[in-house]
Structures are given as structure tokens and as C-alpha cells.
């Protein structure tokens, strides 16, 4: 899958780097019959986020998106095509995260949420906006802390991804 980005926030030496711990994620940028995606936000922490997480012990990168889409999302999804992927250098939680990311398609009705229960106490909230207001809310929103300035820098480079794609297909 094609590299999109290699995000170092904190400009970790190639040193801090080989220290750093590896993770997976997948991430999706989901479309519902309306043509809006889906965007979670963290109300605890002033962010914004697509649905995603990391992957579970023997786990694919597709199945713990699914799994993260109905958890996040309320939807089971259907997966349309990659993205690409985006390394991320977290120092301050010595993660090495690669988090693959992918458009995909709600497919059935709308389910509970399955929030874990971190996710409950920051507040997760599901919106849905066409894909322009969404860039648009993540570009001039400031999240209040380390995560979140990752996880927002991150998922809007998925977001202009996914328009782009979309654009090229029109």
C-alpha cells in the first residue's frame, strides 16, 4: 500500500525512532447512501477522528477494520479500496504506528455502538458530513492535546485522500 505520509511531530531522532514500539491500525473513511462520511468526535479532548483503531492479536488489517467501523460507527461496512498508509512517530507513548487506511461503504442498517469503555469516558460522538465539511472541520479545529493533534494531523491526510480519489473518478 502506498506510503501517503510519515508524520514526526516531534521530531524524534532516527535513535528515539528505533526505540519506538511498532503498531498497526486501519482506518476508514466511510460513506453512508447520503454521500457524507462518517467523523468521530472526542468531545472529552477537542477532536476529530475517522473510525479506527489498532489491530488485536492475530488479527488482519481488514478485519480489525471492520470490527473498529462497527464499534465506532454503529455500521457493518463494506470495503472499497485503499487509501494508502501513514507512519507515525509517537515519542511521548513510544509507539511506531503504521495506520493503513481505506474508503469504504456502510452496508446494512445502522447498529450499537460497541465503544470501549476509554472511548465512552472521552465522549465519542458519531457525525456525518460531506467529505468537504469534514476536511474543512478538521483543518481549522486545534486539538487540546498530544493524541489528538496526532490522530486529527493524521485522518485529515486520509480525508484529502479519499477527495482526491473520489475527484478522479468523476
Avoid at 455502538?113 to 467529505?131: C, G, K, P, V, Y
Avoid at 493524541?147 to 473520489?166: E, P, V
Wanted: with cysteine; charged share 25%.
Amino acid at each position: 500500500m502506498e506510503l501517503l505520509a510519515t508524520l514526526n511531530l516531534d521530531n524524534a531522532t532516527s535513535q528515539q525512532i528505533a526505540g519506538l514500539k511498532p503498531r498497526q491500525a486501519a482506518r476508514a473513511v466511510i460513506f453512508n447512501n447520503h454521500k457524507q462520511v462518517a467523523i468521530v468526535k472526542v468531545n472529552k479532548e477537542n477532536y476529530y477522528k475517522i473510525p479506527g483503531g489498532g489491530l488485536e492479536p492475530n488479527e488482519t488489517i481488514e478485519q480489525a477494520l471492520l470490527r473498529e467501523c462497527q464499534e465506532e460507527a454503529g455500521y457493518s461496512v463494506k470495503i472499497d479500496q485503499p487509501l494508502g498508509r501513514i507512519i507515525e512517530y509517537r515519542t511521548q507513548h513510544g509507539i511506531n504506528q503504521e495506520s493503513y487506511g481505506f474508503i469504504a461503504q456502510t452496508n446494512g442498517p445502522l447498529k450499537e455502538q460497541h465503544l470501549t469503555e476509554e472511548e465512552a469516558s472521552r465522549d465519542f460522538r458519531l457525525i456525518w458530513l460531506n467529505l468537504s465539511e469534514a476536511i474543512s472541520l478538521l483543518e481549522n479545529n486545534r486539538p487540546t492535546n498530544y493524541s489528538g493533534t496526532y490522530m486529527q494531523t493524521r485522518d485529515l491526510l486520509f480525508l484529502k485522500q479519499a477527495f482526491k480519489i473520489k475527484n478522479s473518478l468523476i
